[in-house]
């Protein structure tokens, strides 16, 4: 073989080469293209299956609770929550999207305040999961509900005195947890609405009696420990003066 030939041989072994490995590479783009097509189909028909699951778990709890098969209509929007958002996750604020998983999350928190009594921390973290992250107006509106129910069975605390603290009886002490769990459920306002006395008072009264029902019943003290509850109590009020602007708070504080 010449060397002009050699060359020539060389050349053309070398772009063969080449080219085999470029249609390698493209095969396998090709089956990984493929693999991904799959995987998504896969997903989405599993998703659409999961939602069609769904909404039939909804479509039976509905029918089992029209028949007055509460308990039964519960454990099957119990399990249709536990499924999940089967939705576009960029599209979960949308009515349109969520409305089979929001259904199903303010059912089961129904189910979860009507098994365990008013004080449900359960049931009110799925409102706020659905009100924040769903933009669900039934969620928000319930928190509002719940907040203003804690305030007004928590207004009993407003003619107390002293001793009505540190000595409380059975309709104090529930006077004082509603005024706890109206203040953990959070001011349901919007930002601008903090310092709005109208908008701010379900939070900001409760936060005050919570304050002190920390501050004076020994039942409400944390960890048993009352200087530590005194301290917390008046951190709670500080916020109350500077974030929402209550004038209450702040002469509190002041008597502190």
């Known amino acids: 073989m010449t060397a002009g030939n ?7 072994h070398s772009f063969k080469t080449k080219r085999m490995l470029n249609n390698k590479m493209r095969l396998k783009m090709s089956k990984l293209k493929l693999l991904a097509v799959s995987a998504l189909t896969l997903f989405a028909t599993h998703a659409l299956a999961a939602k069609d699951s769904q909404s039939a778990l909804i479509s039976k709890a509905t029918t089992l609770a029209s028949k007055g098969q509460i308990n039964e209509a519960c454990q099957n929007f119990y399990k249709a929550y536990g499924l999940g958002y089967q939705g576009n996750p960029k599209k979960s604020s949308d009515p349109k999207e969520n409305k089979t998983y929001v259904k199903a999350a303010l059912e089961a928190a129904a189910c979860m305040e009507r098994e365990r009594g008013p004080f449900d921390y359960d049931a009110a973290t799925v409102y706020h999961d659905l009100s924040g992250n769903y933009n669900s107006k039934e969620a928000h509106e319930r928190l509002n509900q719940m907040q203003q129910i804690s305030l007004k069975e928590a207004s009993l605390l407003k003619s107390h005195g002293l001793q009505d603290f540190t000595k409380a009886n059975a309709a104090t002490n529930n006077a004082c947890k509603h005024a ?27 936060g005050i009696y919570h304050s002190t029902c920390m501050s004076l019943n020994p039942n409400f003290f944390l960890n048993g420990d009352p200087e530590v509850s005194r301290l917390h109590a008046i951190s709670t009020l500080e916020g109350l003066a500077s974030e929402y602007g209550s004038s209450f708070a702040a002469k509190l504080l002041d008597a502190q």
Request: proline content about 0%; glycine content about 12%; cysteine-free.
């Open 6 to 12: 050699k060359k020539l041989f060389t050349y053309l």
């Open 180 to 206: 706890e769990f109206g203040y953990y459920l959070g001011f349901l306002g919007t930002e601008d609405q903090k310092k709005d006395e109208k908008a701010n008072a379900g939070y900001v009264i409760n």
